[in-house]
């Protein structure tokens, strides 16, 4: 029998606990990184529901602790293992108790270190690699009885093994959800671990990714964002057997009954093509926000990054997203510190958020990666690492702050998703991915509602239901909030 297909139930479906009660076994995931991972973590928690693992949040319950894990930088990668010290001690509380607890290491640290991590934490009794989560049954069962290690690339399809969540578990998880459709990379990027940890690129079929969106609306699931290491590379057989664009799948999935809006993330600028910008004009429900990774404003640097393109080519592309969309904003990743980069260099950089004016950004010191090419190139000191990055997040945040401010008074359609802090106000996203706080029905969870902005905070925007609403709003206790936390406090 296949690992795939055999069945944990050799452990049994119950746990016994010290004092002869049974219940449930209880399962606790701990995500580290991408969005990538968080959906993984759900799948891995799909898969063993039928074994007889239901969910918890609290580690010391749990009869078996996945830890999902990210190797994209050195400390995401140390963090793993500083958990892994404080599962140990959960462990072995329990095995006093009576109770045995299984650790099992998933994620890219589990693809990059394999054997290395039993060798480091001998607590963790399951290591296995992403392209491997459907055989989490067997290989758990296994486990029981000797440490075990999987990190082969299979040659079946995961997807095909993985189980889906019930409609209860899918609404539980909220309104919005990811859907990955494409994984792994070919482009090699000097810096990057994503090609050794993720193996090569791989697009699921349109009709599987359709179906899947088709049973997130049906639980009430409104948003979805497609999700991929390098999701505009997609190249997904369609239904008429040939591959399809990631434009062309948005144009068919934004086709789905009851999806109202839709994203994807990550995009690497040489993938963005005419029928993706085409779909920034053409899709409504496409929101107006890119995120697209520039890395180094230098010319230089994304030579040595092997990034193949230049910073002339990014901005004309974003002109071109631009013309394409008008209410567009962007977002992007930066490493600063890449191996030989000069104060020069690092002016490009900054020269470049001046230019375009992100929404937001991510950056990051360059983290240097066993086995990848820019490990061996000249190191910059941490601490110009440091005061770059410090230089550079001060930009960016000066951008943001900019941004947000000039969404004073305008109107945009929210997404809510749940309820806030405050009894009666209930949270949701702008088009812009903004948390916005509003007075609001709970009935209004799930919906897109047109919003007022008010108020503007570090990290939210508040507002008032408008027009067509104003009975719901009419009723809301708005006025009735104190003014710090209307402000955000
Ligand atoms: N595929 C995306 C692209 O091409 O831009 C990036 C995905 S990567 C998982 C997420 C981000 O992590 C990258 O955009 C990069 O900024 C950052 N990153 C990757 N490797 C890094 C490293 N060795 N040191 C610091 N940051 C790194
Ligand atoms: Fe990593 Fe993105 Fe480059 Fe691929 S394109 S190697 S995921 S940074």
């Known amino acids: 029998m296949s690992e795939a297909l055999e069945s944990y139930s050799e452990i049994g479906r119950v746990a016994i606990d010290p004092k002869g009660m049974s219940g449930p076994r209880k399962l606790y995931v701990k995500s580290f990184g991408c ?105 758990l069962a296994r486990a029981t009885r000797e440490p075990v290690v999987d990190t082969e690339f299979p040659v079946e399809d995961k997807f095909d093994f993985l189980k ?87 144009h068919h999935v934004a086709e789905v009954e009851g999806i109202a809006r839709l994203r994807y993330t990550t995009s690497h600028p040489r993938d963005m093509d005419e029928s993706l910008i085409a779909a920034h004009r053409d899709l409504a429900c496409l929101m107006p926000y890119l995120h697209l990774p520039l890395q180094s404003g230098s010319d230089r640097i994304l030579a040595a990054m092997n990034r193949r393109h ?30 030989c980069e000069t104060e020069d260099d690092f002016r490009d950089t900054l020269d470049v958020v001046e230019e375009v004016g992100y929404a937001g950004a991510f950056s990051f010191k360059y983290s240097p990666r066993p086995g990848t090419p820019a490990a061996n190139m000249e190191q910059v000191p941490e601490e110009v690492k440091g005061e770059r990055l410090q230089r550079l997040q001060a930009a960016i945040d000066r951008h943001q702050v900019a941004f947000n401010a000039a969404c004073q008074g305008k109107i945009f359609d929210v997404l809510f998703e749940k309820p806030g802090k405050y009894q009666g106000q209930l949270v949701g996203r702008s088009p812009y991915l903004q948390p916005v706080q509003a007075m609001a029905p709970p009935a ?37 909030m104190p003014a710090s936390a209307v402000a955000g406090a």
């Open 35 to 139: 969005q990538m991972n968080v959906y993984d973590s759900h799948r891995m928690a799909d898969t063993l529901a039928p074994e007889g693992f239901v969910e918890t949040g609290a580690p010391e319950e749990a009869d078996l602790v996945i830890l999902n894990t990210c190797h994209i930088r050195e400390k995401a990668a140390e963090k793993v293992y500083s958990e892994l010290g404080r599962i140990r001690k959960l462990k072995e509380e329990a095995a006093r108790e009576g109770r045995k607890v299984l650790v099992a290491v998933a994620g890219c640290v589990a693809q990059a270190e394999g054997q290395e991590i039993l060798r480091r934490a001998p607590a963790v009794d399951l290591v296995v690699g992403p392209q491997n989560y459907h055989r989490l049954p067997g290989l």
């Open 164 to 250: 889906s969540p019930s409609r209860e578990k899918t609404r539980a998880r909220g309104v919005s959800a990811f859907v990955t459709v494409q994984e792994g990379c070919d482009k090699f990027c000097t810096f990057c671990v994503v090609p050794y940890t993720r193996g090569a690129e791989v697009s699921r079929p349109v009709t599987k990714i359709v179906a899947e969106v088709q049973r997130l609306a049906d639980a009430g699931v409104r948003e979805v964002t497609l999700i991929g290491q390098n999701v505009n590379a997609y190249h997904g057989e369609g239904p008429d057997g040939r591959p399809w664009t990631l434009g062309r799948l948005l």
């Open 310 to 339: 230049t910073r002339a080519d990014y901005l004309r592309l974003i002109e071109r997203m631009r013309a394409a969309r008008a209410d567009l904003a962007l977002s992007s990743d930066f490493i600063v510190g890449f191996p």
């Open 444 to 480: 209004l969870i799930g919906e897109v509602v047109p919003v007022k902005v008010t108020e503007i905070s570090a990290n939210s925007l508040f507002g008032t239901l408008v027009a067509q609403t104003s009975s719901i709003h009419a009723s809301a206790n708005y006025d009735a």
